[in-house]
């Protein structure tokens, strides 16, 4: 696993309106992909069409509801023992911010997010969960917008992830926000041995689940 995480801070990493990505052990990606899809705000049902790109998904989505923003869809893959699960459209509010259902029987599961075009703005986030108990949560500003902007968790994970920050400089007013969320990630991306494939990602296709009305 060597692309790590840090590509994500990149504008438009993986889509306009930025990223939601899962990451978990201990259950396939599809099953993952489909209990993701359960906690849906709308009444969808997930349907398997194929494998696709980044950018036919985002096509698909715009030719069947108007803007690619009113549709909803999830690409799947999986690297070594991780799954990963990346959503495409209107996602951001959309879907549950994890723990049961979606997390049951998973030891550990990552959440990485940011509503890049959000206009209030929302800053990056991160969490991570143990067996659906929070270990480490924060916002990868650090700042106190949105909260979470101290790291948050278990009282031994928590503060391990904080010296590292602290350790890489951060928080830091005077910095870029784009820095901080990159160093950030660098810092998640070392400590728990984080990696996304960015090519198969971004130019291959994967395989894909459409949210319909049910």
């Not at 715009?62 to 209107?90: C, D, M, P, Q, T």
Request: contains cysteine; aromatic residues 8%.
């Amino acid at each position: 696993m060597t692309d790590g995480i840090a590509w994500l801070a990149e504008p438009e990493s993986i889509a306009y309106g930025g990223y939601s990505v899962t990451m978990a052990r201990d259950l396939e990606s599809e099953s993952r992909a489909r209990r993701i899809a359960e906690t849906a705000h709308r009444r969808s049902r997930p349907r398997s069409i194929g494998e696709l790109t980044g950018r036919q998904v985002q096509d698909l989505l715009e030719g069947l509801f108007g803007h690619v923003s009113e549709g909803l869809a999830l690409r799947h893959g999986e690297i070594g023992e991780w799954a990963y699960v990346i959503k495409y459209g209107g996602w951001q509010a959309e879907f549950g911010d994890g723990g049961r259902p979606v997390d049951r029987g998973c030891l550990h599961v990552f959440h990485l997010e940011f509503q890049e075009e959000n206009f209030k703005p929302v800053p990056p986030r991160f969490a991570y969960r143990h067996d659906e108990r929070l270990m480490c949560a924060f916002n990868l500003h650090l700042d106190a917008s949105w909260g979470y902007g101290n790291v948050e968790g278990d009282p031994e994970v928590a503060p391990a992830v904080e010296e590292l920050l602290a350790a890489a400089g951060l928080p830091d007013p005077d910095l870029d926000r784009r820095i901080v969320h990159r160093t950030a990630l660098e810092v998640l991306q070392r400590h728990f041995d984080l990696s996304l494939p960015r090519t198969r990602i971004l130019e291959d296709t994967l395989p894909t689940v459409l949210l319909t009305d049910r």
